[in-house]
């Protein structure tokens, strides 16, 4: 089935607690941005429908005001994903690295200020550690596109529509390439992260069986849980949005959604970086870069 150490990931988990700590306040407080701003600005819009003359009424405006509010928290994250890399993931995948190669780390407060010491020594600025991460991600789109997903290693006649969903579960599991590229540059202590960068990927694409089979169980683990904390908090989320007027409904749907996605952001996905990079890892070591792979990313 896969590669990875239920267990052992698990066991990683707890003993980087601080910064499963840091990505919990982080995804619960862009959680709590979205409800207040969208039901804020829709209590607002329900306000100004009862003095405008428009037909749609209260109802109308307090459904544009909840967009108002969702769109300018959604912007405010857009520009905030930068520090979260810097911060946050960076400095766990820092960490994880360590604990994987069995080296000790410190506990408490004392972990986030040793992960962002190595960060900052293989990574100056922000800016440079994001740079790197979407020339990365610009690199898995080549790979995407390279290994013709799925249906390269599942060629049944007659289940097309089959062979698409399973093609798209595989786009969705490259989302952690980057992640596992960065715990490499950070384990290797590179003087050039960019070229390690690029052999890192080029090493992802010549072992992508083994190393999508494994993110491919990863993500259907991810979104099922995910599934099943959204139909959890679709309840509660309905009965704190009906505190503000109009109709809730809908928002309340989209708030589900989004704690579902705090819960994945904060607990899941360090679980499938630390079992890929395990397995990254492990499968990697004493490989050099495959010179065909190479030119096909180049090109």
């Known amino acids: 089935m896969w590669d990875f150490e239920i267990g052992r990931t698990f066991g990683l988990m707890v003993k980087t607690l601080p910064f499963i700590l840091m990505r919990l306040a982080v995804a619960f407080t ?4 979205y409800v207040v701003a969208t039901g804020g600005a829709a209590g607002i819009g329900y306000g100004l429908g009862h003095i405008s003359s428009d037909p749609g009424g209260p109802d109308a405006f307090a459904v544009g005001g909840g967009f108002i509010g969702f769109g300018l928290v ?3 994250v857009y520009w905030f994903r930068e520090y979260v890399l810097y ?8 960490v994880l690295v360590k604990l994987i190669d069995g080296e000790a780390i410190p506990g408490g407060q004392g972990q986030i200020a040793y992960a ?5 020594e293989r990574f100056t600025e922000s800016n440079v550690l994001f740079g790197l991460d979407q020339l990365i991600k610009a690199a898995v789109r080549a790979i995407t596109g390279l ?22 579960v595989v786009k969705m599991s490259l989302t952690h390439v980057d992640e596992i590229v960065l715990g490499r540059i950070i384990r290797s202590n590179s003087a050039n992260p960019f070229e390690t960068a690029r052999q890192g990927v080029v090493l992802y694409g010549q072992n992508a069986k083994i190393m999508i089979k494994n993110a491919v169980w990863l993500s259907l683990i991810m979104w099922v849980l995910s599934l099943v904390v959204f139909v959890l908090m679709i309840a509660p989320a309905g009965a704190l949005l009906w505190m503000f007027p109009g ?5 309340a749907f989209a708030v589900a959604l989004i704690f579902a996605w705090a819960v994945k952001s904060a607990l899941m996905e360090p679980f499938a970086i630390a079992a890929l990079m ?13 010179p065909v792979w190479d030119r096909r990313l180049m090109e």
Do not use: C, M
């Not at 962002?116 to 900052?120: E, M, N, P, S």
């Not at 599942?154 to 798209?168: C, D, E, K, R, Y």
């Open 30 to 33: 862009v959680t709590l941005a």
């Open 74 to 76: 959604s912007g405010l």
């Open 87 to 94: 911060i946050v993931k960076a400095g766990h995948i820092a």
């Open 116 to 120: 962002r010491a190595i960060v900052a």
């Open 147 to 168: 290994i013709g997903g799925i249906a390269s290693f599942l060629p049944i006649p007659g289940l097309q529509s089959l062979v698409g969903f399973l093609n798209t």
């Open 247 to 251: 109709q809730a409904g809908g928002w």
């Open 278 to 290: 395990s397995v990254y890892f492990k499968v990697t070591e004493g490989q050099t870069p495959d």
